[in-house]
Structures are given as structure tokens and as C-alpha cells.
């Protein structure tokens, strides 16, 4: 499986951003897709999961409410639109994708098989 994550920027605080995760190389049914963020000096951390039929949806505390993540199954591409964006969302962004699309263990960066390059995501105060 190949991951290229795209759509990152510079907004302004409450502003709103949507990247994409491209998915490539194989049947990406089973899969579980998921973005984590790493911000300057701190931890991988997650951000939001879902299945490719969008049925199992899981996002982080921090971003519950603001952040929207969605499939298309379609182009193969997963999408995250966030909204009322925070200085504190400044981070890259990196999208992921899990062998175990069932899984209830999903905020582990360690258990994802797959990842993109990441995209940076500039969120001034």
C-alpha cells in the first residue's frame, strides 16, 4: 500500500483546512485508515480513524467536533477536514493505514503498517 497525504497550509486561528490521503497498490477493504500528527518536539500523536465504509469512527479528544474524517471509495482516498483550527493543531499531519480494519486498538502509531509523507498544517494565532 502506498500513502501520499496532501492538501496542509498555513491558515489563521479558526480557520478551516482539508487534506487528502491518496491510497494506492492494493484492495484497501479491509483496511483501517487513520491520520496522527507530530508537532515540533512532541510525540506521534492520533487524531482520528476510519474504516473504508466509514463505519467505524474513532477521533481523538482533542479534535472531536471540529475535525471531520471521511472516505471515498471511489477515488481511494481518504479525506480530513478540519474545522475552527487552534495554533495547537500545528503539526504534519501523516495519514496511516492498518492491516486490521476491525480493530478496537487503534491509537498506537506502532500497530500501522503504512504511512504517508506527511503534510504540514500552519495554524497562526
Known amino acids: 500500500v502506498q500513502l501520499q497525504a496532501f492538501g496542509g497550509g498555513a491558515v489563521q486561528a479558526g480557520g478551516s483546512l482539508r487534506l487528502a490521503c491518496a491510497a494506492s497498490?492494493?484492495?484497501?477493504?479491509?483496511?483501517?485508515m487513520a491520520w496522527f500528527r507530530q508537532a515540533p518536539g512532541k510525540e506521534r500523536e492520533f487524531v482520528a480513524r476510519?474504516?473504508?465504509?466509514?463505519?467505524?469512527?474513532y477521533y481523538s479528544d482533542s479534535v472531536k467536533g471540529r475535525f471531520t474524517i471521511s472516505t471515498d471509495n471511489t477515488r481511494n482516498t481518504m479525506w480530513l477536514q478540519m474545522t475552527s483550527l487552534r495554533p495547537e493543531d500545528t503539526a504534519v499531519y501523516y495519514c496511516?493505514?492498518?492491516?486490521?480494519?476491525?480493530?478496537?486498538?487503534?491509537?498506537?502509531?506502532?500497530?500501522?503498517?503504512?504511512w504517508g509523507q506527511g503534510t504540514l498544517v500552519t495554524v497562526s494565532s
Open positions: 476510519t474504516d473504508w465504509l466509514g463505519t467505524r469512527l
Open positions: 496511516a493505514a492498518d492491516k486490521d480494519g476491525t480493530t478496537n486498538v487503534y491509537k498506537d502509531a506502532l500497530r500501522y503498517q503504512y
Open positions: 497498490g492494493r484492495s484497501f477493504a479491509a483496511l483501517g
